[in-house]
């Protein structure tokens, strides 16, 4: 059987890892990402605070040496799902089974004036100049805004105020500062009650303002102000911005999506195509965008393969549970929990915020790290 899969995100590395481990070297899986590797979306915080540096955080496709399982460093330009078939600047790929996981692109240049005013911190670079840019910031007004819905990792914007106030902190820069953090939703962390309660007290002590379902439109390079879709101006000296996101312009051109986003089964994250799956970021599957469910319906996915090679029924259908570590600041860590029930919304509980799930963190990373690329 030819596995064919696009993208080594979270979903991606998960699936060829799982079909490796299941099927050893019975099946033939091609692994494609235009990249040079790949980095853990929390890590980029770490960058733009200084804790870390791209480099350091970038674990190298390279690295990937599973039975079975090769890597191909390409840009996908076209898909035809019906056929499963895939053209690189590489090359043709056919597959028996084909996964789409190329996850969702940012746009800075979606956000008039963002590129030119202000800093993203959605990409390794966008991180490095963001953290370059907060190291020369001298004090003033700091606004953390998001463009559009939906977006990846969705703590991630509140996060970025919570730990731009420690780092003006640390540079005894906060009594002249002021910090505001703008999004389209009513609450930080929608799937999650708790996290969101957390997060708007870890506000308030801090003296964050909290501006909630608004968006910022553009920036205006005249008067140095983000304007809301409220029709609201909020002046600033460091923007901090959250991009646009859209599927991958390969995957609309192919037809596959619908609305923006690849539709999906939420049961069997099949598409529409016979032997086509997709997961991740990529989908409209009624999960939030966050690395935790893209790897579990790569894991799912993989089983499901796993099954039909080995001429197996696989009844089994995807359960959309997953966790991940929420950064208040002052080094206080919250683990999340989210369980998507499918007409029902989502359940969420959480544990901490706490110092101590800081190594539980540390250790989340690492055993990914060992399990994708060793």
Request: proline letters at 7%; hydrophobic letters at 40%; aromatic letters at 6%.
């Amino acid at each position: 059987m030819r596995v064919v899969v696009l993208g080594g995100g979270f979903g991606g590395l998960e699936c060829v890892s799982r079909i490796s481990e299941l099927l050893a070297s019975d099946t033939d899986v091609t692994l494609i990402d235009r990249g040079e590797g790949f980095t853990f979306g929390f890590q980029k915080l770490d960058v733009m605070v200084g804790k870390t540096d791209p480099s350091s955080v970038l674990h190298s496709y390279a690295d990937i040496d599973k039975p079975g399982v090769r890597f191909v460093r390409a840009v996908v330009t076209s898909i035809d799902p019906a056929n499963r078939r895939v053209q690189t600047d590489a090359g043709e790929f056919d597959a028996d089974v084909l996964v789409v996981a190329l996850g969702a692109d940012v746009n800075p240049g979606g956000t008039p004036g963002l590129t030119g005013l202000g800093h993203e911190f959605y990409t390794p670079d966008g991180a490095a100049a963001a953290r370059d840019a907060l190291n020369a910031f001298d004090g003033g007004r700091v606004v953390v805004g998001v463009a559009s819905l939906p977006v990846k990792c969705a703590p991630a914007p509140s996060e970025a105020a919570l730990l731009v106030h420690d780092v003006l902190v640390r540079r005894g820069l906060r009594e002249k500062s002021e910090i505001t953090a703008v999004s389209p939703v009513p609450v930080p962390v929608p799937p999650s009650p708790p996290a969101s309660k957390a997060i708007v007290a870890a506000f308030a002590e801090r003296g964050i303002t909290w501006i909630p379902k608004c968006s910022v439109q553009s920036l205006d390079a005249e008067r140095h102000v983000a304007l809301l879709s409220d029709g609201r101006e909020l002046p600033f000296d460091l923007y901090l911005g959250v991009p646009r996101h859209h599927a991958p312009a390969v995957v609309d051109a192919a037809g596959l999506t619908e609305d923006g986003w690849i539709p999906v089964d939420p049961r069997t994250m099949r598409t529409k195509f016979a032997g086509v799956y997709a997961i991740g970021d990529v989908t409209s599957a009624g999960t939030p965008k966050a690395g935790v469910f893209a790897e579990g319906q790569g894991r799912f996915v993989a089983d499901a393969i796993a099954a039909e090679a080995r001429g197996e029924t696989f009844e089994r259908s995807y359960e959309a549970t997953g966790y991940c570590y929420l950064q208040v600041g002052q080094d206080n860590l919250a683990e999340v929990h989210v369980t998507v029930v499918p007409g029902e919304g989502s359940l969420s509980t959480m544990n901490g915020p706490s110092p101590d799930l800081n190594d539980r963190k540390v250790e989340f990373a690492a055993s990914r790290a060992r399990r994708w690329f060793s």
